[in-house]
């Protein structure tokens, strides 16, 4: 976690043949899948002439990588573009602009052929188990398709490999001449999970793996890949729209909203001391199963009105339109993903449980005045308070107590009149030399 | 909750036909049964539970056991449509402050619906006509109820919106539902639903077509607005979550019958059933740190036209062979009370199921 320099040195004489690809050479913890800049711009077409009249910009400047054996959670609203960040990845989309690297290899502009051999290592499980599997084919050719495509002929013949494959979901051997009517919503699941990991794969994508189960099935699903995981080493990439369901399932947590990471961090860390606004939001608006909680609005952030359009994404920070503690700064300027804390990178000029980013800005927007309203005193107050503790304990903690104290004496709002030069980039290596 | 409220309920199943029925709403052995070419589909069958104004009954349960069939069954939907020979077999006694539904002239329920009683539905793309505006909808759904003119109506349907929090209603009111995002969508026909001013509001699975921010917006409109207008509400959804934000009384269906039902916080915080169990240890939880492993319930859901003989959990049931001879599998338990207003229907004994609950459930969720 806290080498990403050398992973990365690591990592690439590994796979110095390039497009040549060997199994089992990225030992656990070595980054697997490596994405920088990644961009994905829909075309919106108008008139006679089909002229480009504007894009959605459903993906837009992703950075990140997964190593080997974690399993990484993407988690926001619809619409966030995780979906096209999961297609993108596995290259089922291609990318309008930036690059993904399998293994140290840039596959981001490999034909179908190019991607071909790739295929072996690389996995989706899709959302729907009803549109996922050919209606006319037996569930034993569905999960031998893998096989035919590559043309890989398994020890023991297909047939028997793939009833092997049906035990190790918890279907029966007896299955493989059925068709996929004859299955339960989670027996499916299972089938798209067996087809997935018939060419025992390094990277499996699964795009909302769950949503569609009941949730006693839901819980065997996400056990089933916990249990593989294990087994076969599996590197999982899971995008997923319930909180609960990532935080069971994830190492590292991305959040994202409208096209961007606004947070990347371990799962205890995001959990227990969320540093994005959006985050915090997010978390709290998860209804918690505990009767006596019921009605406790206090702990409860309401964010006012809708995602915006990411045809015209906001400028500068692109959650300012509602957030709470937006300021002038957050309407010009774009935070950068910066790790302010180890394990934690936060895309925020203002972030929770931290020392501001952008101590000398506290003019709260017009459109921050309003979210404010929504936010109760106590919820507001508590936030002011852990950032304070936060700070504090960052202060007491490190020898370099210079640079945090000015951090630390500016998170309570109002407070941020002296040290206004300090900026964002020098307060992040502050922090993070500390620790 | 007041000694009033649910002072009827203590009778337990009430059978046959006496009225006097003292809760506001009060459902008697309600049977919903569809007649198909495999067989008799029992989605509901036999299903007893009361109401009072400004309380809310929230009911979960998984796909198929029989949750939205209830809520279109009170709503005396199943009649309405009459496409066929075949029609839904219902039985039972639906009683709605004093009135008895499904034995009442359907032009007099017709006057009831949208006007005593309401619904909420769960794809509000769906439920709302793509060819009327918004505001034409909710000005329909007033004029039906009350005679007034449109221009009173559209005062009315703008007034409503603005209390559902849609931004400009009197804009918006002219938008055609396409237009509007899935959260607005889903308070616009909320809207519709409290124009007249219902008694009882039925939402079935409101947000779960939505995303948790706008869900909690959802889930804050329902719960003031049900302190304001008083309303009687019953929340049908999968989702623990929301009916631990929601209800005040929570009942489990399994296979078309109630298996558990209770206050609230009885049944989350001393669940006597262990399909309420196996539901709660499934859920992946944001409050606490858990185990590695979650405790699913093994299995699928039954098939309600051959629903398991005996106690219709006994095939996923990891304690079926705690009771003697069998009984899982022969009889089917009743719902009994096991605690003040508190029921459950398991052959276990009660000091069999608090041990399992205390030593072997509960340390693991």
Known sequence: MSDKADDKAVNIPAQSEGTVITKGDAAPGETLLKVTGLQKHFPIKKGLLQRQVGAVRAVDGLDFEVKSGETLGVVGESGCGKSTMGRLITRLLEPTAGTVEFEGTDITHLGVGGMRPLRRDMQMIFQDPYSSLNPRHTIGTIVSAPFRLQGVEPEGGVKKEVQRLLSVVGLSPEHYNRYPHEFSGGQRQRIGIARALALSPKLVVADEPVSALDVSIQAQVVNLLDDLQRELGLTYVIIAHDLSVVRHVSDRIAVMYLGKIVELADREQLYKSPMHPYTKALLSAVPIPDPARRGAKSERILLKGDVPSPISPPAGCRFHTRCWKATEICRTTEPPLAELRPGQQVACHHPENFADQAPQDVVLLSDAKEAAELVSEEALAASAETSAAVAAEVESGGPDTEASKDGAAKTAPGAAEDGAAKTAPEAAEGTAEEK | ?365
């Not at chain 2, 309920?9 to 029925?21: D, I, L, M, N, Y």
């Not at chain 2, 569809?34 to 998984?62: A, H, N, R, W, Y």
């Not at chain 2, 938008?175 to 607005?184: A, L, V």
């Not at chain 2, 022969?330 to 004994?349: D, F, N, Q, Y």
Request: hydrophobic share 35%; proline share 7%; net charge negative.
């Open chain 2, 1 to 365: 909750m007041t000694d009033l409220s649910k002072s009827g309920a203590a009778v337990g199943e009430p059978t046959g036909t006496s009225p006097a029925p003292t809760a506001f709403l009060e459902v008697r052995d309600l049977k919903v049964h569809f007649p198909t070419d495999d067989g008799l589909v029992k989605s509901v069958d036999g299903l007893t539970f009361q109401l009072e104004k400004g309380k809310t009954l929230g009911i979960v349960g998984e796909s198929g056991s029989g949750k939205s069939v209830t809520s279109l069954g009170i709503m005396g939907l199943h009649t309405a449509g009459q496409y066929g020979k075949r029609k839904a077999q219902i039985s039972g006694e639906i009683w709605l402050d004093g009135t008895e539904l499904l034995s009442a002239d359907p032009e007099e329920v017709r006057k009831l619906r949208g006007r005593q009683m309401a619904m909420i539905f769960q794809d509000p793309l769906s439920a709302l006509h793509p060819y009327y505006t918004i505001g034409q909808q909710i000005v329909e759904a007033y004029r039906i109820h009350h005679p007034v003119d449109k221009k009173t109506a559209r005062r009315r349907a703008v007034e409503m919106l603005d209390r559902v929090g849609i931004p400009q209603p009197d804009k918006r009111v002219d938008s055609y539902p396409h237009e509007f995002s899935g959260g607005m969508r889903q308070r616009a026909m909320i809207a519709m639903s409290l124009v007249n001013n219902p008694e009882l509001l039925i939402a079935d699975e409101p947000t779960t077509a939505l995303d948790v921010t706008v869900q909690a917006q959802i889930l804050d409109l329902i719960r003031d607005l049900q302190k304001e207008f008083g309303s009687a509400v019953i929340v049908i959804t999968h989702d623990l979550g929301v009916v631990a934000e929601l209800a005040d009384d929570l009942l489990v269906m399994y296979g078309g019958r109630c298996i558990e039902r209770g206050p609230a916080e009885k049944v989350f915080y001393e669940p006597r059933h262990p399909y309420t169990w196996g539901l709660l240890g499934s859920m992946p939880r944001l409050d606490r740190d858990q185990q590695e492993r979650l405790i699913p319930v093994k299995g699928s859901p039954p098939s309600l036209i051959n629903i398991p003989s005996g106690c219709a959990f006994n095939p996923r049931c990891p304690y079926a062979d705690v009771p003697k001879d069998n009984v899982t599998r022969t009889v089917r338990p009743e719902l009994t009370e096991i605690g003040s207003k508190h029921w459950a229907a398991c052959h276990m004994t009660q000091e069999q199921r608090e041990r399992i609950w205390t030593e072997e459930i509960a340390p693991k969720l």
